[in-house]
């Protein structure tokens, strides 16, 4: 059986399309520059501030209207994530940042939360232990624990300091929580490592919503966003946008641009 005449217009314009923007150096900069706008439409790339990355919109417009009553925030940095999750819902939040002087920021910029707050000078990982944290003293929100990361970013990490390390799991059963409703996850690459010492936290506790963001980071890790949602089978999976979010399938090639974005995971008796 023969290609439709729609299909053998598909071939035509796909291979008229790429015979002229593959050999023309100024179209093929004009070509990525359409992609990176399509990107950023789906999802990717738009890093530049809470509202375009879309974590904004779900705070604001998801999370303030679900009853939260505690949230956990891996990777807290200066605090303003934490800071937004304060104002906008009701819940308490634990709050883990491993670099000291960033961790000394965050005391201060949430230090009017006395009540709703519990500041962690801890990294979280795979198991309670020392790790080495790998930063730049100008760039320190892109410190990681993983060396091949500080190996391949542009802003080189040139110091290192030994840090107190916890698990999720541990930092649970030491402190008696068995109930959360969300943990957000943004840790520069470490984020398999977080999962792995999760699994007694996901399973057992099975926290409403998680996020992670999703980077370079896992294409130098070796893992993919399947690979996150395979130790969360009971979630369904969003990509967050400007201003909304959309379901994706964790095996869809499009889900998986190692690009900066991120995902939420919400258990299925969550969702909307």
């Known amino acids: ?27 093929i900069k004009l ?15 738009n890093w530049r501030g809470m509202k375009e990355s879309g974590e904004e919109f779900f705070i604001n417009k998801y999370l303030s209207n679900k009853p939260i009553n505690l949230c956990i925030d891996v990777g807290a940095n200066i ?10 819902t009701n819940s308490k939040v634990i709050s883990f940042e491993p670099l000291p002087f960033v961790f000394r920021k965050l005391s ?3 230090s009017n939360y006395d009540d709703r707050i519990m500041l962690v000078n ?5 198991k309670s232990e020392n790790l080495s944290i790998h930063y730049n003293n ?22 290192m300091l030994e840090i107190e390390v916890t698990s999720l799991d541990d930092f649970c059963r030491d402190n008696n ?32 919503y998680i996020q992670i963001e999703y980077n370079w980071h896992q294409l130098i890790r070796s893992t993919s966003l399947n690979f996150f949602a ?14 909304n979010m959309k379901l994706v399938d964790s095996k869809d090639p499009y889900a998986n641009f190692f690009l900066y974005s991120n995902f939420v995971f919400i258990r299925k008796d969550c969702d909307y």
């Open 1 to 27: 059986m023969g290609l439709s005449l729609r299909g053998k217009l598909n071939i035509f314009i796909r291979r008229t399309y790429a015979s002229i923007f593959s050999r023309n150096k100024i179209l």
């Open 31 to 45: 070509n990525k520059l359409f992609l990176d706008l399509c990107l950023s439409a789906l999802g990717y790339g």
């Open 79 to 88: 605090g303003n994530y934490s800071k937004l999750l304060l104002d906008k």
């Open 108 to 110: 201060d910029n949430l």
């Open 122 to 126: 801890k990294g979280v990982g795979k």
């Open 138 to 159: 100008n760039f320190p929100s892109f410190a990681s624990f993983s060396k091949d990361v500080g190996d391949y970013d542009p802003k080189k990490h040139d110091e």
């Open 177 to 208: 929580i068995t109930e959360i409703d969300f943990i957000k996850i943004d840790t520069e690459g470490f984020e398999g490592e977080v999962f792995e010492g999760a699994v007694e936290t996901f399973n057992s506790i099975q926290p409403k």
């Open 230 to 243: 395979k130790a969360l089978s009971n979630y369904n999976v969003y990509q967050l946008t400007y201003k």
